[in-house]
């Protein structure tokens, strides 16, 4: 069992910054992918950004540009640093990792953007 935490999340004005964290339970080395996706009430969840093993990136079209993930082995931390912040990225933003065997999800932690 594979436990996240997120922590970054808060109030922000348009056009701002934000970096939230992720710290998992064991060595984020030993996960296939992790990743970060959004959700906003009655949407589905989507991906925002992802980051396999081997260190591969992939970004959603939405923020490309403004999000970058990142991390850290030594604090088996993986980070969302997202600047340029719009009202449209107001949602819950949750940790994502994946094994072999299942995906485990964080309990989310919420990003408001006023405008």
């Known amino acids: 069992q594979v436990r996240l935490v997120e922590s970054g999340g808060g109030l922000v004005q348009a056009g701002g910054s934000l970096r939230l964290s992720c710290a998992a339970s064991?060595?984020?080395?030993?996960?296939?992918?992790m990743g970060w996706y959004r959700q906003v009430p009655g949407k589905q969840r989507e991906v925002v950004a992802t980051?396999?093993?081997?260190?591969?990136?992939n970004t959603a079209d939405s923020v490309k540009g403004r999000f970058t993930i990142s991390r850290d082995g030594a604090k088996d931390t993986v980070y969302l640093q997202m600047n340029s912040l719009k009202p449209e990225d107001t949602a819950v933003y949750y940790c994502t990792a994946q094994s072999i065997f299942t995906t485990y999800w964080g309990p989310g932690t919420q990003v408001t953007v006023s405008s």
């Open positions: 064991e060595s984020i080395f030993k996960l296939n992918v």
């Open positions: 980051i396999t093993s081997g260190g591969s990136t």
